[in-house]
């Protein structure tokens, strides 16, 4: 089945850590998007990429980097400049043609500095 | 950048009684999507609206977009526990790229 692997599902990082989610997609989509989630708010975009090799600042970019080396992959560095970095990770995907297409997620990645 | 509020944000309700959540966008929206949150899990796209005063329905669910499309909402007749969760509306943003910007999302739960 087509879909969109996240990993590790939790992660737990010490201060002054680097640590790199994993997103991989099978759907042969050519967009993806790396959103992160506070309890009890919604998603605030922190980079995506529409094609291989290029990729653009979100919202909140600041202390994350990532690449996009394939088209199935687009992994997510947190690096130590990210202040607050416990949150929930999701990577999503989406088809664009002409139109507009349901974004695919992830089911998330949990990161907890401890 | 453009926003997408969406209001209330918590909604406690009896099982059998009725749910809506509203969208609002101070701007006019190309599209708007609605994705359903369970506990635990991850967003999963239900709908997407597109055209001025469109109304859709999957089962329970009614959803709508405003005349202006500045607006959208979402309507749960009569209420089960496995409509637990948080539902968020989302509009495309084109700016050179497409942008998928998210409201604040609505809890909604459930006394069984």
């Known amino acids: 089945d087509g879909g969109i692997t996240q990993s590790p599902k939790y992660l737990f990082r010490k201060e002054g850590q680097n640590v790199t989610l994993s997103c991989e997609q099978n759907l042969n989509h050519d967009a993806m998007y790396w959103y992160r989630q506070d309890p009890g708010q919604g998603l605030r975009l922190i980079y995506y990429s529409q094609i291989v090799n290029d990729f653009q600042k979100g919202d909140i970019a600041e202390g994350y980097s990532v690449s996009r080396e394939k088209k199935e992959s687009f992994p997510l560095t947190v690096t130590s400049a990210q202040k607050n970095p416990t949150a929930f990770y999701l990577c999503?995907?989406?088809?664009?043609?002409?139109?507009?297409?349901?974004?695919?997620f992830g089911s998330g990645t949990r990161l907890t500095v401890v | 950048g453009q926003q997408v509020m969406q209001i209330p944000q918590y909604q406690h309700v009896q099982e059998g009684e009725d749910f809506t959540t509203y969208c609002n966008s101070s701007?006019?929206?190309?599209?708007i999507q609605w994705y359903k949150q369970r506990p635990g899990g991850h967003p999963v796209f239900l709908i997407q609206?597109?055209?001025?005063?469109e109304v859709k329905k999957q089962k329970r669910l009614t959803f709508q977009f405003g005349e202006a499309k500045k607006n959208s909402s979402l309507h749960i007749t009569a209420t089960q526990t496995t409509d637990v969760g948080t539902y968020f509306c989302a509009a495309i943003i084109i700016q050179g790229a497409q942008k998928l910007v998210f409201g604040q999302g609505t809890r909604l739960t459930i006394n069984p």
């Open positions: 999503a995907s989406n088809f664009e043609g002409q139109g507009f297409y349901g974004y695919t």
């Open positions: 609206l597109v055209k001025s005063g």
């Open positions: 701007t006019t929206l190309s599209n």
